[in-house]
Nanobody, 123 residues
Framework: QVQLVESGGGLVQAGDSLRLSCAAS????????MGWFRRAPGKERDFVAA????????YVADSVKDRFTISRDNARKSVALEMSSLKPEDTAVYYC????????????????WGQGTQVTVSS
């Protein structure tokens, strides 16, 4: 079993930066993938970014690739999502997700989820 605990999030102004973190505990492996999804009110859960441990490769949605980065803290088995130049349309609940295997961009491909953290960007 894997547990994911998110931290970060909050209320910021447009143009600000924010950092989300997600720590994994329990059974993980070298084939682990951790990622982030977000759900805005009334919308589907969208892929934001993912990091494949085995590939040491990152994937970021085209819509945010110029502003968001994902990185890994090996010692803490965690990933961070660095968000810059935030826009009101980035307002959403951000979810950390994990799976065993390579990174995928569909939320149905992930087996483990954090509780979600709210990010609100005011204009």
């Amino acid at each position: 079993q894997v547990q994911l605990v998110e931290s970060g999030g909050g209320l910021v102004q447009a143009g600000d930066s924010l950092r989300l973190s997600c720590a994994a505990s329990g059974r993980t492996s070298r084939s682990f993938t951790m990622g982030w999804f977000r759900r805005a009110p009334g919308k589907e859960r969208d892929f934001v970014a993912a990091l494949s441990w085995s590939e040491s490769k990152t994937y970021v949605a085209d819509s945010v690739k110029d502003r968001f980065t994902i990185s890994r803290d090996n010692a803490r088995k965690s990933v961070a999502l660095e968000m810059s130049s935030l826009k009101p349309e980035d307002t959403a609940v951000y979810y950390c997700a994990a799976r065993f295997g390579m990174a995928v961009r569909t939320w149905t491909g992930y087996d483990y989820w954090g509780q979600g953290t709210q990010v609100t960007v005011s204009s």
